[in-house]
């Protein structure tokens, strides 16, 4: 077993060996622009993109074409929300959204509302569900866009996003949906989910970071996304640039080893993750786990150890790598806006650790966890008793 343990799979995941394998070339002989079309260097650069666009779309049930790679989901999601504010300003001002989603969504809808578009923040409940009766309430005439994340990245919540497309489109309002945590670890069918945009990225599935999609349904008239960044224009006119050619061609293994592997995967991750709950509760008194217990993620246990601040304990435990809060905050020690949003009090917020299992977790390492994250929340309650007897005396 090799030190230290990684449990942060929804940060990023590690590039699956298979996935390096299939990069490889594009680095080397097949280095071409995919956009050169006189010569075999550019058709053979469009060949491996052409494969790898298929593969992604096959995994979550679209057509190719309905694929726009960009450089992660980030960028995927301010394409969406952006593109369609620009594109539908004729028609309304106002977006809803959860106050549970990623920061790439929260961000970019504050951006928008300073350019004066108007934005409704979903409360959620102690597992954080949005309610679709609250749902259905916040849309006005005005609405051109809800925006809601098929699987939280902190607690691992799954959200309805069929049922919730189906209210959306039922009043010829547009879904958009972060399903950067989905893609890869549940199936997605978009043939069976009335969903209009979705944002992904392949470092949370095995592949490489800095690519990622944006799926727009196809339709007639087309869903009016004005693009974001201007140039060649590339991706039908979406999104220029030169395609990042062995990244996305790592994104199409990745996706083609997910949609065999999916399912067993799964299975094997749940399992690790419930021994690795079922041991921390049987060693470990005044614990919770986070999140919708009957529906989220197989691999996301969020557990808040009451009398403990995480920080201290991560810096106690270097040979577990975890993570308190959203990584994503680029090392900004907030309190976690998820963990808030289910009405944990700021003791609580702190006292939380995310675990993210993966691909390459094994059940040592579960065990190995289990006993160091044991000893270290024994070690961090006794000097919270201390400094707490210090403060009272
Ligand atoms: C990681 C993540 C993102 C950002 O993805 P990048 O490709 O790193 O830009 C967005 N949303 C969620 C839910 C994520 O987990």
């Not at 539908?88 to 920061?103: D, K, S």
């Not at 087309?222 to 030169?242: F, N």
């Not at 309650?381 to 005396?393: F, G, I, L, N, S």
Request: aromatic fraction near 4%.
């Amino acid at each position: 077993m090799k030190l230290p343990v990684y449990l942060d799979n929804h940060a990023t995941t590690p590039l699956d060996p298979r996935v390096v394998e299939a990069m490889l070339p594009y680095f080397s002989d097949r280095f071409g622009n995919a956009a050169s079309r006189q010569h075999e260097f550019g058709w053979v650069a469009e060949a491996g993109v052409n494969v790898a666009r298929q593969r992604i779309a096959d995994l979550i049930g679209a057509e190719p074409s309905e694929l726009t790679f960009t450089s992660g989901a980030t960028e995927s999601i301010n394409l969406a929300l952006k593109g369609i504010a620009e594109g539908l300003r004729g028609r309304g001002n106002h977006f809803i959204t959860a106050v549970t989603e990623h920061r790439a969504v929260l961000d970019t809808c504050r951006r928008l509302e300073g350019y004066g578009f108007q934005v409704t923040y979903l409360p959620v409940d102690s597992a954080g569900r949005i309610s679709l009766a609250e749902l259905e309430d916040a849309i006005t005439p005005k609405t051109i866009l809800v925006s809601i994340m098929a699987a939280n990245n902190e607690i691992g919540t799954l959200a309805p996003i069929a049922e919730i497309g189906r209210l959306c489109s039922d009043r010829g309002i547009l879904l958009h949906s972060d399903a950067t945590q989905a893609v890869g670890r549940i199936p997605l069918d978009l043939r069976n989910i009335p969903v209009d945009l979705v944002s992904f990225t392949a470092h949370k599935m095995y592949g490489p970071k800095g690519i990622g999609v944006l799926y727009i349904r196809s339709r007639r008239p087309p869903t009016p996304v004005v693009p974001q960044i201007d140039g060649g224009g590339h991706e039908r006119g979406l999104r220029s640039g030169t395609l990042n050619v062995p990244a996305i061609v790592g994104f199409g293994e990745a996706a083609r080893i997910s949609a065999t592997e999916m399912e067993a995967e799964a299975r094997q991750v749940s399992a690790l993750r419930d021994a690795l709950v079922e041991g921390l509760r049987s060693r470990i008194p005044g614990i919770r786990v986070n999140g919708d217990q009957g529906n989220r993620l197989p691999n996301n246990a969020s557990v808040t150890f009451e009398g403990t601040r995480a920080d201290r304990v991560m810096m106690d435990m270097k040979d577990i790598a975890v993570s308190s809060g959203s990584a994503c905050s680029t090392g900004l020690q907030e309190p976690s806006h998820v963990l808030r949003a289910l009405g944990l009090p700021d003791q609580d917020v702190r006292a939380t650790l995310r675990f993210g299992l993966g691909r390459f977790t094994t059940a040592e390492e579960i065990t190995y966890a289990v006993g160091r994250i044991a000893e270290t929340i024994k070690k961090e309650r006794k000097r919270m008793e201390v400094e707490d007897a210090v403060h009272v005396h």
